[in-house]
């Protein structure tokens, strides 16, 4: 069963830096890409970064960058969320996903981390 376990969430004063963790692990479909979302009280969640394994590509929403940074541990099916200049609209929980391509049928599957929350203090 595939699975995502995020770390690195925590407590952090405005302007500090956090570094967010998903290891994923259980299944041996390849991954097309991991990322981050986050969710606020009361908000809709929203995409935060995304990290394409074939390409290798990144892409952070345009709201983050400059601060926010995604990249991945090429020895392990690890992504990192690089989260610098914190603010206190940065408060959520951030959940870590992966999609997963079925060897056979090509198909994709979202999976969900549980998430991890960062908070932000002014």
């Known amino acids: 069963q595939a699975q995502l376990v995020e770390s690195g969430g925590g407590l952090v004063q405005t302007g500090g830096s956090l570094r967010l963790s998903c290891a994923a692990s259980?299944?041996?479909?390849?991954?097309?890409?991991m990322g981050w979302y986050r969710q606020a009280p009361g908000m809709q969640r929203e995409l935060v970064g995304v990290f394409t394994f074939a390409s290798g590509s990144t892409y952070i929403a345009d709201s983050l960058r400059g601060r926010f940074t995604i990249s991945r541990d090429n020895a392990n099916n690890m992504v990192y969320l690089q989260m610098n200049s914190l603010k206190p609209e940065d408060t959520a929980v951030y959940y870590c996903?992966?999609?997963?391509?079925?060897?056979?049928?090509?198909?994709?599957?979202?999976?969900w981390g549980r998430g991890t929350q960062v908070t932000v203090s002014s």
């Open positions: 996903y992966m999609n997963l391509i079925d060897a056979v049928t090509l198909y994709e599957t979202m999976y």
């Open positions: 259980g299944s041996s479909n390849s991954i097309a890409d």
